[in-house]
């Protein structure tokens, strides 16, 4: 089993920034990816970027050139830096984790581990 614990959700202007963190316990050698999901009220669940245990990386094209993700393998803890908030990024945000061969599809229904979601609110 695999624990998932995020960080760094809260309030923020629309044109500021804020910092996301996941830290991963347990079976983290099994892992072969991480990434963030987000889901806003009265919408569906959203792939946001997801990273491989190589440092492999994707993002979805609503916030690519503003969202970054990157990953210590040695403190098994991967980061989301959000830049250029705007209030549709509004959501809780999930941290999740894939043992290898599944697909970060665009709910999200294959993978293993999420975390219990933090929230971030971009307020206009």
């Known amino acids: 089993q695999v624990q998932l614990v995020e960080s760094g959700g809260g309030l923020v202007q629309a044109g500021g920034s804020l910092g996301l963190s996941c830290a991963a316990t347990?079976?983290?050698?099994?892992?072969?990816?991480m990434g963030w999901y987000r889901q806003a009220p009265g919408k569906l669940r959203e792939f946001v970027a997801r990273?491989?245990?190589?440092?492999?990386?994707k993002v979805a094209d609503s916030v690519k050139d503003r969202f970054f993700i990157s990953g210590d393998n040695a403190k098994k803890t991967m980061y989301l830096q959000m830049n250029s908030l705007k209030p549709e990024d509004t959501a809780a945000y999930y941290c999740?984790?894939?043992?290898?061969?599944?697909?970060?599809?665009?709910?999200?229904?294959?993978?293993?581990?999420w975390g219990q979601g933090t929230q971030v609110t971009v307020s206009s």
């Open positions: 999740v984790a894939a043992l290898p061969h599944k697909n970060f599809d665009a709910r999200g229904l294959e993978l293993d581990y």
């Open positions: 347990g079976a983290t050698r099994s892992l072969a990816a």
């Open positions: 990273i491989s245990s190589a440092g492999r990386t």
